[in-house]
């Protein structure tokens, strides 16, 4: 197991831009693919974004390609999730999540995928 915490949420405006953070601990990073997911209310928890093990990777939603970007620091044990442009329908609480991964190339989109999450951090973006 690794374990998992999530920084840098808050309260912004739409149009700008904020950096969430994951820490993991407890197991050796670069085994796993990391991604991030969100939950707004009286919603399913939706794919955001995805990184390979290798870090030469990456993966999106649709819905915020172009906007966020995802990154890992194997040296520092975390991921980040740089998101710009933000609308009010970003507004959800963002998950860090980790999966244990046999391919260092591949992306993990599938949530199912996952058996390892944070607490997840709160963004909300008024209009």
């Known amino acids: 197991q690794v374990q998992l915490v999530e920084s840098g949420g808050g309260l912004v405006q739409a149009g700008d831009s904020l950096r969430l953070s994951c820490a993991a601990s407890?197991?050796?990073?670069?085994?796993?693919?990391m991604g991030w997911f969100r939950q707004a209310p009286g919603k399913e928890r939706e794919f955001v974004a995805a990184?390979?093990?290798?870090?030469?990777?990456?993966g999106y939603a649709a819905s915020v390609k172009g906007r966020f970007t995802i990154s890992r620091d194997d040296s520092k044990n975390t991921v980040d999730l740089q998101m710009s442009g933000l609308k009010p329908e970003d507004t959800a609480i963002y998950y860090c999540?980790?999966?244990?991964?046999?391919?260092?190339?591949?992306?993990?989109?599938?949530?199912?995928?996952?058996?390892?999450w944070g607490q997840g951090t709160q963004v909300t973006v008024s209009s």
């Open positions: 990184i390979s093990r290798s870090g030469e990777n990456t």
């Open positions: 999540a980790a999966a244990r991964y046999p391919t260092a190339q591949a992306v993990a989109v599938m949530k199912r995928v996952y058996d390892n």
């Open positions: 407890g197991r050796t990073f670069s085994n796993y693919a």
